[in-house]
T-cell receptor
Framework: KQEVTQIPAALSVPEGENLVLNCSFT??????LQWFRQDPGKGLTSLLL?????REQTSGRLNASLDKSSGRSTLYIAASQPGDSATYLC????????FGAGTTVTVRA | NAGVTQTPKFRVLKTGQSMTLLCAQD?????MYWYRQDPGMGLRLIHY???????AKGEVPDGYNVSRLKKQNFLLGLESAAPSQTSVYFC?????????????FGQGTRLTVV
């Protein structure tokens, strides 16, 4: 059974600092890894999808890396802003998504 | 483009009552899923479907039933609600592909069972 772990569970940083969020998974036979953002009381918004053949994916200030062999992905958010405060979740497929418990980020103004 | 739409958004049930949650997607996705999200537990898969007319159990299927009569709709039913089913329920959909499995989520249904 795929186990997905996200460390740390919570993170608080001052505005402008870079964020580093970690995701690890136990079964390296994945198709894709997806990072989501969830604001309080809201649904999940897809941020980045990394295919298993890719090593990284970038979108604006966000960069996600994938190392299948070690079962790890890292989400980097550059120059954090208070609007980046949210919970970030990673999920792996094939088929049904297996989720980590998320990292709750607070960016202090 | 509506994406994934869940109805209702909020509901309060009494113990023993039944209800159906509706999920509709307009992206022609094969996969559809129902998750529940509880504090400290993360997202847990209840049931999923890999296509019209098919359903399968996830991690926490007990007390729930599902149906996928049409490709665009996935229904989650609670036959006899219990307080333990108080949760936020999310529906999601995605393609079946080894290349693109990007999942899209609805906004959630907040269910309280009293």
């Amino acid at each position: 059974k795929q186990e997905v772990t996200q460390i740390p569970a919570a993170l608080s940083v001052p505005e402008g600092e870079n964020l580093v969020l970690n995701c690890s998974f136990t079964d390296s036979a994945i198709y894709n890894l997806q990072w989501f953002r969830q604001d309080p009381g809201k649904g999940l918004t897809s941020l980045l999808l990394i295919q298993s053949s890719q090593r990284e994916q970038t979108s604006g200030r966000l960069n996600a890396s994938l190392d299948k062999s070690s079962g790890r992905s890292t989400l980097y958010i550059a120059a954090s802003q208070p609007g980046d405060s949210a919970t970030y979740l990673c999920a792996v497929s094939p088929g049904k998504l297996s989720f980590g418990a998320g990292t709750t980020v607070t960016v202090r103004a | 483009n509506a994406g994934v739409t869940q109805t209702p958004k909020f509901r309060v049930l009494k113990t023993g009552q039944s209800m159906t949650l509706l999920c509709a997607q307009d992206m022609n996705h094969e996969y559809m899923y129902w998750y529940r999200q509880d504090p400290g537990m993360g997202l847990r898969l209840i049931h999923y479907s890999v296509g019209e007319g098919t359903t399968a159990k996830g991690e926490v299927p007990d007390g729930y039933n599902v149906s996928r009569l049409k490709k665009q709709n996935f229904l989650l039913g609670l036959e006899s609600a219990a307080p333990s089913q108080t949760s936020v329920y999310f529906c999601a959909s995605s393609y079946i592909s080894s290349v693109n499995t990007e999942a899209f989520f609805g906004q959630g249904t907040r269910l309280t069972v009293v």
